[in-house]
């Protein structure tokens, strides 16, 4: 009797029937952000721009706004209620949807990553290309909270927690960042965390549909809703099987790591020694122990070697470097160290002393050019200005007390026939003609005759 009243106040507890909104207003409400056009499809071209930047600077915070703006959870919800109250037509507009939003957000993803100028995948960009089980349960559940927010009073900030733990926009950024790169690895473990997400996002609301007890359309024959449910049930579980295969890799290896731990710290650590670095050469199966201060003893090491099978690592030779190895080891890493350090010192002179080469070379080509362009101009010269008998370029700085920036200018000196001077008006005009054929910003005639 006390069982029942404690099932029937539970029942009470977690009963959500009660809280449950009209139910042709949630399908109203789920139909209508469903679809992908005009003002919809513009806020996410901009929310898939959002999220690339936030990616491709690292930014935690930007691919949290992306998000949130998003609109990509709404034919997602539309396919799982479709399923849910086997409405034929509203399945076909939201996989129509959704075709069209997955094709749109990877193609802006891939344009956006194609003119930028930062090319290295950051954390944020690689946190979403080995996607796990754990990933299947935060779509699940965040589709299931997300459906009984939708469809019940008080829904309070559900929905854009919802949309950040489930991240639908950064798998699909990345899928673009993986087409601009050709990192076909990165598209498809990307576009698979993207597909985890919406089957699972869809199926739990499904579920959520079904608990609710949402009034179904009928098909037109029983065998046609078997089929359909029973393709979802191999859709949901051809998704399942890579990611738990990667997760149990993950937990695997988590294992492994942690026995390693535990068994250099129970069975190696003692006072006066401290173990610098532990690795594993799975081909060569070694445990590698490096170790400074208090020696281990060989028959502790002996004895440790023993009891590798009790932590799983029965299969593995323990070798353990200390003393005057450990030493050596420590010695010959700071002298790769230092090093590397006076290599890219030496990088960075050389670096230097080709930028002052480059200065020096440029400078001297400045003065040897006027010197060649005198020759060039010779004839052209004799014909416009026969009184002329020979002409020197020259770059010249001139400096003064009064400025503290020196001026640059070429200087012409000339020669005349008979010494003459040469007249004011043809000076003018073999100014003009020289700035012009040489092409110099300041240019200054000089007379050779007026300085003897």
Request: proline share 3%; net charge positive; charged share 15%.
């Amino acid at each position: 009797m006390k069982t029942e009243k404690v099932t029937e106040r539970i029942k009470v507890f977690f009963n959500i029937l009660p809280d449950k909104e009209n139910e042709q207003e949630i399908i109203a409400q789920i139909s209508s952000g469903v679809s992908f056009k005009g003002a919809n499809l513009w806020v996410l071209i901009f929310a898939i721009f959002i999220a690339s930047l936030g990616l491709n600077v690292n930014s935690t915070a930007v691919i949290i706004g992306a998000m949130l703006i998003s609109p990509l959870m709404g034919p997602i919800i539309g396919m799982g209620l479709a399923v849910g109250i086997n409405d034929l037509d509203l399945l076909k507009r939201s996989a129509k949807n959704y075709g069209v939003a997955t094709l749109i957000s990877v193609l802006t993803a891939t344009v956006y990553f194609l003119i930028s100028p930062l090319s290295e995948a950051q954390s944020e960009l690689l946190a979403r290309t080995s996607p796990t089980l754990y990933d299947v349960l935060i779509a699940f559940c965040g589709g299931a909270a997300g459906i009984i927010a939708l469809c019940t009073r008080g829904k309070g900030n559900v929905i854009p927690g919802v949309a950040i733990a489930t991240a639908l926009m950064p798998p699909l950024c990345t899928a673009g960042f993986g087409l601009a790169t050709g990192h076909w690895l990165y598209f498809l473990g990307a576009f698979y965390l993207f597909f985890i997400n919406t089957v699972f996002i869809a199926l739990a609301t499904f579920c959520g549909v079904r608990l609710l007890q949402f009034s179904q359309h009928e098909f037109v024959s029983s065998a046609r809703a078997i089929k359909a449910r029973r393709i979802m049930m191999v859709l949901v579980v051809v998704t399942m099987l890579p990611a738990a295969y990667m997760t149990i890799h993950i937990v695997q290896q988590s294992v492994f790591n942690n026995n390693v731990n535990r068994f250099v710290k129970a069975e190696l650590q003692q006072l006066g020694t401290q173990i610098i670095s532990s690795s594993i050469d799975k081909d060569s199966l070694k445990l590698r122990i490096v170790a400074v201060g208090r020696e281990i003893t060989e028959a502790r090491q002996q004895e440790a070697q023993k009891r590798m099978e009790f932590y799983g690592l029965n299969n593995f030779e323990l070798r353990v470097i200390q003393g005057a190895q450990s030493d050596s080891l420590m010695l010959l890493n700071n002298e790769l160290t230092a090093i590397n350090t006076s290599r890219k010192t030496e990088r960075q002179q050389l670096i230097n002393l080709t930028a002052q080469v480059n200065s020096l070379n440029s400078q001297l080509e400045e003065y040897t050019r006027y010197e060649a362009l005198s020759k060039d101009i010779e004839k052209e010269m004799e014909t416009l200005f026969p009184q002329i008998n020979s002409l020197s370029l020259t770059r010249v700085i001139h400096s003064s007390k009064d400025t503290t920036a020196a001026t640059h200018y070429v200087a012409a000196i000339i020669e005349t026939v008979h010494a003459k001077p040469l007249p004011k008006e043809d000076v003018r005009k073999l100014h003009e003609w020289l700035q012009v054929r040489i092409k110099a910003d300041s240019l200054i005639v000089v007379n050779s005759e007026q300085y003897r």
